[in-house]
């Protein structure tokens, strides 16, 4: 596997990591999910399988860059402060391995609707109860897995603050977005109906920090060495 040598090259691999989690974390929801009717949730899962796969890939895809990206930030921080990079590699590391069986579950639906003789033991309405206990199933680890969002966010934001060749200010938002994704996870645990309200308060939060560091590192990371 070959790392970014440059901040620039890193900050297209940080671009390339986000671009495919809106396919898996916006539109599949938007697209298939029909809240409080499982009926509905599964004839749309069922209607268009391909989508569903392609939307799941991208969530497979994106896993597997975060873990890619946080190994080649750890090279780029490693002599600012190892302990804070070798944190950072950690919490992106768990937040894989919560996204991938988070997958798992969602994956599920595609399994119950095949038509396999197997389930000629349920009825219509049982399968459908349990396409959508899947679903269910996927929103939880979704919203477990947004405290490590955060979580990973801190080191970073430590290492950006500490670097001396970034902007403090892109290590304050950092950290202000690890507060975000955390006040989300909890809200997901806690009081699950209000999540939309928080989500919807919080995301001026998560989003500046990300965008400002992959914008940084193209714009400014050219003449950055990412160490081999």
Known sequence: MRFPRTGRSLGWLYVATMLPAPLNLAFLPSHFLVPGDAAATAARIAA????????????????????????????????????????????????AAVGL???????????????????????????????MGLVALRGTG?????????????????????????????GVLLIIGCVGYLMQSFTAVLWPAQVHKVFNATLPLVGPGEIAVSLWLIVKGKKIPVPA
């Not at 997958?103 to 309405?125: M, Q, R």
Request: hydrophobic share 60%.
């Open 101 to 131: 069986v988070t997958l798992v579950f969602e994956a599920g639906p595609l399994i119950v609707l095949n038509g396999k003789d197997y389930w000629s033991a349920f009825t219509k309405p049982q399968l459908d109860a349990l396409v």
């Open 48 to 95: 268009e399988p391909m989508l569903y796969r392609i939307c799941t890939l991208a969530g497979l895809v994106n896993n597997i860059l975060f873990v890619v990206l946080a190994l080649a930030l750890f090279r780029l921080f490693q002599e600012v402060d190892r302990s804070q990079a070798r944190l950072l590699v950690l919490l992106v590391v768990l937040s």
């Open 142 to 170: 979704l919203g477990i897995d947004s405290a490590f969002w955060g979580l990973w966010l801190l080191p970073f934001g430590i290492l950006v603050w500490k670097s001396g060749f970034m902007p403090k200010l892109i």
